[in-house]
């Protein structure tokens, strides 16, 4: 199956264009199954990878517009390959664990297509056919978010299109700028990054190209000082949309960091490094404040995913295998994580309709089971050693220590904050007196939710222990970019600060030492 | 004595007229049928005319490229008859829309058909031209067929629109007269090919810049209040409101076209000449277009109202693509009509099935946007169908407009205009507001009251025009590469 990428797009969106027939009654049981298969279609694309080669594999190319040279070109590499497979899962366990029951056929529909446009964005590798899935995943979101939120939804959903909107219409013309520079060099149209990989371009160019993309990006991410869409759009939307929106759709940000700025203009990403590590800094210790003085727990989840994505950014610029390849693992693992303790938020919301954490106190006692797995991912939040999100965390600092050792010890009281406010949460919510009546009966998880976080929790504590197997994927295809981008690099300070970090260890892709922890 | 005046008939080239005569003489047949027959229905003239603009749209696609003929003052160069076939293919989508389920006044007289006909030869002469006299007998004829099919609508607001339109039309008419006069003046020429050869071997007389300045003035005055280009745009919103929705749809496209047409090739020439301020000029009026009429449209109750603005501001994209006088902006001209064409179309459709005959909604406006509130409960496929027109007019990807949106800014782009990309960009972000708003209230809003009949409009001919469009916008990913190849070709080699 060479096109098992293709497989993997269309199958959601057929499958929820067929979803319109299928009666209200039976829709979850079909949502379930399809985004099963697609799981399972991830997990073979997973075991028939090649690990050992660090290019882009599955390739598919059929020219669409060869007159603009758009054409339907798709790929995957070690650094897409997780996520998808995260994208898959976290969609799957999702709606697996889903309370809504309100117009769920319309909810089911949406995430399916949903799910089309998010494996498309982490597939596509036409400059264009990416821009398509990036807008179209706008839609389904916008109409989850303003249908099933909280009071202030229209507002909260709007805001969050037209923000995603407005950045991506600047990265577009950044894109049309870049094909233009490559027909004027090659005298062809060609919209593939692979093609426009191979342009080296002059250093002023790359700076205003970098700057149209990363608008683009950081809105997304969401990075200070673009930020202010994402409390509004987590505070409003229901559960499944905050699990998809903290797990997923950010990481189309940070992934088109990758995927687009650091290999295109290899030059202007160096000179980028101190802006983008105090914009992350800002990040990562502002929002870990301003988590701390949350009353809702859910706002505190929304503020501490948001400082974990400053670690992410942080790691993509350290320009070295530890912090690029540690900033990718971090993703997965911010996916995994934040998305499980949004499920926990909405489980506890079900049944008590308050988020408010004065409102509860004690619940260990009376809700075991939930109190255990939420104890789990929150110490994988904070960067618990043995937990999944210690990991990226730890490489990335490790990465970025290379680069600037100050930075990182502030960036290093990220996790010291991320204990306080995660903790302050443990002990309002979960110790202390059982005093409030209303929690006194509360049920604990039930067979659906707990089957659907038990996963998750196997996960974390897998990838942990042992995150070989992701991170060695992950490390060639860092390195291969690593070692593209400093061979592309013309100014001397890009080819000392990605060169230097890479040579830390003798040159050796340096990774097998963390990855076997 | 007298020379014999000796013409050849084979030197007329008598087939160039022909896409004309075809639809003039189908005006008349339809006039005729209704002498002998008055109790004819509104679905045999509707067929007619339909059946006519079928031969007619034949006939263009027979001509040859570049030949001339008539007296040499037709001319069928690429672009007049790319036009051409958008203006016909304009037409056939929109005069099925005639058939609805509940009666209207206009169509109940063939003269509406008839009217529509010549109107449409009239494009047609516009387009197929250089020559400046049968331009304006051209774009006079037109003029005076529309303003009488606005007034048809029978309602009072409909007479104030042809009114409003007529007045306006008629100073466009003023305008443009002495604009040609003044060109007349400068090179004793009324062909657009020859004022250009004068002009050039002229341009370098101390005195001429006043009168070219001049002409150019008024000639762009001209077509801004045909173009609806600011600060001769006002008139617009007033006569969408006014005219019936489906020819407020094929307003905002079909006359258009062959303003633009004329537009590449008067205000081409200037900026061939080398007039960088004749460029400037357009530009900015171009800008000012679409980011004014952009923010008009933010605050606009009814949702008529709102396409008329973000018709006006999807001409202002255009005009600035004229203004980059490359061939792909050129073609971008004529891509983003016939993709803008599908979806505009098909969204005033959608606002003509729902037409009351009296307001149920609100005092002054037929379509407030509390009309659609909550049209996902009522009409799924209508809310998702019309959520589509928004989305591809709003520039999402795979939607139809996009294409034209992204050839446009690529266009700018090649040119070396950057910084018109980026704020074409900023616009469309500004637009989505307003289309994201009727898409919030459709699916994000309950149903205000007894809305039971808002598609109280509807029949089969009108579901078969709006799901044509509807596949048109879908699919547009698909038939691009052809399009843009034939456009591209057509312009190329009418050497624009």
């Known amino acids: 199956m060479e096109n098992i990428l293709s497989i993997l797009v269309f199958f959601p969106a057929v499958a929820g264009l067929l979803g319109f027939v299928v009666t209200k009654e039976s829709i979850r049981a079909y949502g379930i199954a399809v985004t099963l298969v697609v799981f399972l279609l991830t997990l073979w694309l997973w075991f028939s990878f090649d690990m050992n080669n660090p290019g882009i594999q599955f390739v598919e190319m059929i020219p669409l517009i060869p007159d603009f040279g758009i054409s339907y070109y798709l790929g995957a590499d070690g650094i897409s390959l997780f996520i998808i497979v995260m994208t898959a899962l976290m969609t799957l366990i999702g709606m697996a664990s889903m309370g809504e029951t309100k117009n769920i056929k319309n909810m089911i529909i949406s995430l399916l297509f949903l799910e089309m446009t998010m494996i498309g964005v982490f597939v596509a590798l036409d400059a264009i056919i990416f821009y398509l899935f990036w807008e179209l995943s706008l839609v389904p979101m916008l109409y989850i978010i303003g249908a099933w939120g909280g009071p202030l939804r229209v507002y909260a959903s709007i805001k969050f299109f037209l923000y995603t909107f407005t950045g991506s219409l600047l990265m577009l013309v950044g894109m049309l700028f870049m094909a233009y520079i490559y027909h004027n060099l090659t005298g062809v149209w060609s919209f593939a990054v692979t093609d426009w990989y191979a342009l080296v371009l002059p250093v002023d160019y790359q700076i205003w190209l970098f700057a149209a993309f990363f608008i683009g990006f950081a809105i997304k991410v969401p990075m200070f000082p673009f930020h202010t869409w994402i409390p509004y759009a987590h505070g409003q939307a229901p559960t499944i949309g905050s699990v998809i929106l903290a797990a997923i759709l950010l990481k189309m940000g940070t992934y088109g960091f990758v995927r687009f700025s650091l290999p295109l203009f290899p030059d202007a990403s160096v000179m980028a490094i101190t802006p983008i590590a105090v914009l992350s800094l800002i990040m990562v210790v502002y929002t870990a404040m301003i988590a701390y003085a949350q009353k809702d727990m859910k706002q505190v989840i929304a503020y501490s995913s948001v400082s974990h994505m400053g670690i992410i950014m942080l790691g993509l610029f350290a320009m070295n295998a530890e912090g690029l390849g540690g900033s990718i693992f971090q993703m997965l693992s911010h996916g995994i994580v934040s998305g499980a303790l949004f499920m926990l938020v909405g489980m506890i919301y079900d049944r008590r309709h308050t988020k408010l954490l004065s409102e509860f106190g004690g619940l260990a006692s009376v809700m075991p089971k939930f109190a255990i797995i939420f104890g789990v991912m929150l110490m994988a939040s904070v960067g618990l050693p043995l937990t999944i999100g210690f990991v990226g965390e730890f490489l990335v600092l490790l990465g970025f220590y290379k680069v600037s050792p100050m930075i990182t010890i502030i960036a290093g009281t990220s996790i010291i904050l991320g204990a306080v406010y995660m903790l302050r949460v443990m002990k309002l919510a979960f110790f202390g007196p059982l005093n409030n009546e209303a929690n006194q009966k509360l049920k604990d998880l039930n067979a659906r939710e707990t089957w659907s976080l038990v996963p998750l929790v196997a996960i974390v504590i897998w990838l942990g222990v042992y995150p070989k197997p992701v991170l060695e994927p992950i490390n060639n295809s860092v390195n291969a970019l690593l070692a593209f981008m400093d061979e592309k690099a013309i100014t001397k300070e890009a080819k000392d600060m990605i060169h230097v970090s890479n040579s830390f260890e003798s040159g050796r892709p340096t990774l097998s030492i963390a990855g076997g922890k | ?496």
């Open chain 2, 1 to 496: 004595m007298l020379e014999p005046i000796n013409v050849s008939l084979e030197s007329l080239n008598l087939i160039t007229l022909a896409p004309m005569l075809i639809a003039i003489a189908g005006g008349l047949i339809i006039l005729t049928i209704d002498l002998i027959n008055k109790k004819l229905d509104k679905t045999l003239y509707v067929m007619l005319t339909l059946l006519i603009l079928f031969i007619n749209f034949g006939a263009v696609l027979g001509l040859n490229v570049n030949e001339r003929g008539f007296f040499d003052v037709m001319l069928i160069d690429g672009i007049s008859i790319v036009s051409q076939l958008m203006i016909i293919g304009g037409s056939m989508i929109f005069i099925p829309l005639a058939l609805t389920s509940k009666r209207f006044h206009e169509f109940a007289y063939p003269e509406f058909f008839a009217l529509f006909l010549f109107m449409i030869a009239g494009f047609q002469f516009m387009a197929a031209s250089d020559n400046l006299i049968l331009i304006f007998v051209g774009l006079e004829t037109a003029s005076l067929a529309l303003y009488t099919l606005i007034a048809l609508h029978n309602r009072a607001n409909s007479y104030e629109a042809a009114v409003k339109y007529f007045t306006m039309g008629a100073m466009a008419a003023g305008f443009f007269a002495m604009g040609s006069a003044v060109l007349y003046a400068l090179t004793g020429s009324i062909e657009l090919y020859k004022i250009a050869e004068i002009m050039a071997t002229r341009m370098s007389e101390t005195g001429l810049m006043i009168a070219i300045f001049g002409s150019s003035i008024l000639l762009l005055v001209a077509f801004g209040f045909k173009l609806s280009l600011f600060p001769f745009h006002t008139w617009a919103p007033d006569v969408y409101e006014g005219a019936s929705a489906p020819l407020a749809g094929y307003m905002s496209v079909v006359p258009k076209v062959a303003a633009f047409v004329v537009s590449i090739r008067i205000f081409g020439m200037y900026i061939d000449l080398g007039l960088e301020w004749v460029r400037w000029t357009i530009l900015i009026l171009a800008v000012i277009t679409m980011t004014l009429a952009n923010v008009m449209a933010l605050v606009q109750d009814d949702v008529k109202r709102m396409l008329a603005y973000s018709s006006i501001s999807h001409a202002g994209f255009i005009m600035a693509a004229l203004a980059l006088d490359t061939t792909e902006g050129n073609t971008a001209i004529f891509l983003y009509y016939a993709l803008f064409m599908f979806t505009n179309l098909g969204a005033f459709a959608m606002l003509w099935i729902s037409r009351h005959k009296v307001r149920r909604f609100h005092k002054r406006y037929d379509h407030p946007f509390e009309k659609f509130a909550g049209l996902i409960q009522i009409m799924p496929m209508g809310a998702v169908i019309m959520a589509i027109f928004m989305l591809s007019l709003a520039g999402v990807p795979p939607f139809s407009v996009f294409w034209g949106k992204i050839y446009v800014m690529q266009a700018a782009v090649n040119a070396g205009y950057i910084w018109l990309a980026v704020i074409m960009g900023l616009n469309s972000a500004v637009a989505a507001y307003y289309y994201l708003k009727l898409v919030v209230y459709m699916f994000l809003k309950d149903p205000v009251k007894s809305v039971d009949i808002v598609y109280y409009n509807i029949s089969k001919p009108l579901m078969v025009i709006i799901g044509f469009a509807t596949v048109a916008t879908v699919t547009a990913i698909l038939y691009i590469q052809p399009l843009v190849s034939y456009l591209y070709y057509m312009i190329s080699a009418s050497g624009y």
